[in-house]
């Protein structure tokens, strides 16, 4: 009779793992797990913090459309896009003509409008991080530039040097298109007179490296904030960004 080998599990032969290898076994089987599930989770948080920004980044936009608003209430036309000296030179966008109504009236009050944004009399305000408002946060751009930029054009809602009245708007507030995200390349300092013309605005496509993905916030004239997409036709893009395109703008158009 062969003698059974007490090492084989039911007489049959090979060596039973010991514990050590069992627990280096049932480790590795878990950490498999594990690997799994945080595989399939990043994505979706990935995706959950994308639009997280973008929400965040409208509602800046929306916030900055209200203060256009209550700017206007109170002065009976839009700001200009910048104000200018005697010589006509630019000296503030209309971003710091609207602290006030954006709960930032002290840093209003510290800067000296007859004085050049970037003049050394500004300076405690030009060098700062921009206002949080001002941020996307998604756009890497340097902590005191904005991606938050006002269309300016010959037909545009805020125009160089001089006040907007809402009667201009012919195509009405809600097909108007105020202040646009741009792409961070095209981000400025928050406080400089510069601007998006329509050539930057058209420039805006899939290829774009953009913010968000598949596209940017825009805010009306009217207050809303809509995520426009990137293929948006540029004849539709001209229609928006004039008082007079003779387009009748709703979210069914995106």
Same mark, same amino acid.
């Given at each position: ?37 945080? %595989?399939?989770?990043?994505?979706? @948080?990935?995706?959950? *913090? ?8 409208? +509602?800046?936009? !929306? ?98 040097? %001089?006040?907007?009245?809402?009667? @201009?708007?012919?195509? *009405? ?8 995200? +741009?792409?961070? !390349? ?69």
């Amino acid at each position: 009779m062969t003698p059974i080998n007490d090492e084989s599990p039911s007489g049959v032969g090979g060596a039973l793992p010991d514990k050590k290898s069992q627990y280096w076994i049932e480790g590795m089987v878990i950490l498999a797990g594990v690997t799994v599930v945080v %595989a399939l989770l990043v994505p979706l @948080d990935r995706r959950a *913090g994308t639009a997280a920004y973008r929400n965040s980044c409208s +509602v800046n936009l !929306k916030n900055i459309a209200l203060a256009l608003e209550q700017y206007h209430n109170k002065h009976h036309a839009y700001p200009p896009a910048y104000t200018v000296d005697a010589d006509g030179k630019p000296l503030h966008s209309w971003r710091t003509l609207i602290l006030p109504y954006l709960e930032q009236r002290a840093l209003y009050d510290s800067i000296d409008f007859s004085k050049g944004w970037d003049d050394p009399a500004n300076a405690a305000a030009y060098l700062a991080p921009a206002p949080e408002i001002y941020r996307c946060p998604s756009s890497g751009s340097p902590e005191n530039h904005t991606t938050y930029l006002a269309v300016v054009t010959p037909t545009s809602c805020l125009r160089p040097a %001089a006040p907007r009245p809402k009667a @201009d708007i012919t195509d *009405g507030l809600q097909s108007t298109v105020d202040v646009i995200e +741009v792409a961070p !390349k095209d981000s400025v300092h928050w406080m400089a007179p510069v601007d998006a013309n329509e050539a930057m605005v058209l420039s805006l496509g899939p290829d774009s490296k953009l913010s968000h993905p598949g596209g940017v916030n825009v805010a009306f004239c009217d207050g809303r904030v809509i995520f426009v997409p990137a293929t948006l036709p540029k004849e539709k893009w001209r229609a928006l960004i004039s008082i007079a395109g003779n387009d009748d703008a709703s979210e069914k158009d995106f």
